[in-house]
């Protein structure tokens, strides 16, 4: 079974600061990641996926995810907030074989100015 | 291209009544999800459809039916809708092959129940 847990319903940073969205998963089999940002009264948006290879992953918007097996981690990054980033972040998992996506609760980033 | 196309947009029920949702899609994607979204609890599945002709039930199916009327469609009925059922709804479709596949969602369906 999968899960996905996210630490921080709601994250507030000052714009220009550092954004960190936490993520951790369990999966018993390897799992491919993903970051969705919804913006309001929209559907969900693809930031960024982590599938195989290299373990940094570049999204839109300037966002960055590391997959780390050991921590069983996939947090989001960027260096410097912008009023735009405003929006409820997701977590996605699902098992390499493309099934059953499950989400975390999912995180409120405000960006104060 | 229209992608995943929900309707409606907006919906407000008594309660007892019914009601389906429509997704349809131009993807040509296999697999088609419907999830409702609360605050706290992201999104939840509710049915899925891996192919055209299967649906099997998600997390939170009571109170639910599906049809998958064709690979493009894919609809959600409340057959006696309940307050508890107010919520976002999205469907989402991928394509359903093995590797990485995204998950690309419709504009989403606000329900009220009252």
């Known amino acids: 079974a999968q899960s996905v847990t996210q630490l921080g319903s709601h994250v507030s940073v000052s714009e220009g600061a550092l954004v960190l969205l936490r993520c951790n998963y369990s999966s018993s089999v390897p799992p491919y990641l993903f970051w969705y940002v919804q913006y309001p009264n929209q559907g969900l948006q693809l930031l960024l996926k982590?599938?195989?290879?290299?373990?940094l992953v570049k999204g839109i918007n300037g966002f960055e995810a590391e997959f780390k097996k050991s921590e069983t981690s996939f947090h989001l990054t960027k260096p410097s907030a912008h009023m735009s980033d405003a929006a409820e972040y997701f977590c996605?998992?699902?098992?390499?074989?493309?099934?059953?996506?499950?989400f975390g609760p999912g995180t409120r980033l405000s960006v104060l100015p | 291209n229209a992608g995943v196309t929900q309707t409606p947009k907006f919906q407000v029920l008594k309660t007892g009544q019914s009601m389906t949702l429509q997704c349809a899609q131009d993807?040509?994607?296999?697999?088609m999800y419907w999830y409702r979204q609360d605050p706290g609890m992201g999104l939840r599945l509710i049915y899925y459809?891996?192919?055209?002709?299967?649906?099997d039930k998600g997390e939170v199916p009571n109170g639910y039916n599906v049809s998958r009327l064709n690979k493009r469609e894919f609809s959600l009925r409340l057959e006696s809708a309940a307050p508890s059922q107010t919520s976002v709804y999205f469907c989402a479709t991928n394509s359903g092959l093995p590797g990485g596949n995204t998950i690309y969602f419709g504009e989403g369906s606000w329900l009220t129940v009252v």
């Open positions: 459809s891996a192919s055209e002709g299967t649906t």
């Open positions: 993807m040509n994607h296999n697999s």
């Open positions: 982590y599938t195989t290879g290299a373990t």
């Open positions: 996605a998992v699902t098992p390499n074989y493309g099934q059953n996506f499950v």
